[in-house]
């Protein structure tokens, strides 16, 4: 199992797909009124240099809209690169590491499969997976096609959001390795479906108590309701 880590920093020099005319291109998202776009097209390059991992973010990395995307709990996006080429076979066409917002692409380990609390060592860091991504209609701008969102929340494909255990560095090749891995047995794409399919289990879903709030609060409403 190995880490490909790719940066995704702000710069002018990074092509983007067109937007809606509503939005406008500002220093790497599109920004309206009450928008903030931040997918990279094309996905970004492979980093090839060590990259610190510290505080909300990976060295060089940054998400636009922090009302939704960011923080301790989503300071890493992981995603597979064979769920990756899963999605080019459905889709009919080549998809780059990167196209869904991840900034940690791997190999060779189920993400979507992984266990929230599970704790993944990739060089001198340690992470801890903690949510499912769920999709918004961002996806579907990112992918010019509106149904991608439901899609990819049908694939049960959702990567995995983790969070920084301890800070240190890491780089593309570095081996993956699971420190830890809970009994619970409540893995992301678990809680993915309990949220966005099937109801009946949102209570189970609250078993894994490394949970983020987020992700614990939505599941708790919808008991609830």
């Not at 001198?124 to 929340?153: D, I, T």
């Not at 993956?176 to 009946?200: C, K, M, Y």
Request: hydrophobic letters at 40%; glycine letters at 10%.
């Amino acid at each position: 199992m190995d880490a490909s880590y790719f940066a995704r920093p702000y710069t002018d020099r990074d092509e983007w797909r067109d937007a809606p005319v509503r939005h406008r291109y500002v220093h790497g998202g599109f920004e309206g009124t009450d928008l903030k776009f931040s997918f990279y097209f094309p996905p970004a390059e492979r980093y090839e240099g060590r990259v610190r991992v510290a505080g909300v973010n990976l060295a060089g990395d940054d998400q636009a809209d922090r009302t939704v995307h960011g923080g301790p709990d989503k300071a890493v996006y992981a995603y597979a690169s064979e769920d990756t080429a899963w999605w080019a076979e459905q889709l009919e066409r080549p998809l780059e590491p990167g196209i869904f917002g991840e900034n940690l692409s791997v190999e060779g380990v189920d993400v979507s499969g992984a266990v929230i609390g599970e704790r993944w060592r990739i060089g001198s860091v340690e992470l801890e997976v903690c949510q499912p991504r769920l999709p918004c209609f961002k996806l579907g701008l990112a992918f010019r096609n509106p149904q991608m969102v439901r899609a990819f929340a049908l694939a049960r494909k959702p990567g995995a959001y983790l969070r920084i255990v301890r800070e240190g560095e890491l780089a593309a090749g570095d081996a993956v390795e699971v420190a830890d891995r809970p009994d619970h047995g409540v893995t992301a794409a678990f809680v993915s479906w309990a949220i966005l399919g099937d109801p009946s289990l949102r209570a189970r879903a609250l078993a894994a108590p490394q949970l983020s709030a987020e992700a614990a609060g939505i599941l708790r409403e919808r008991v609830v309701a």
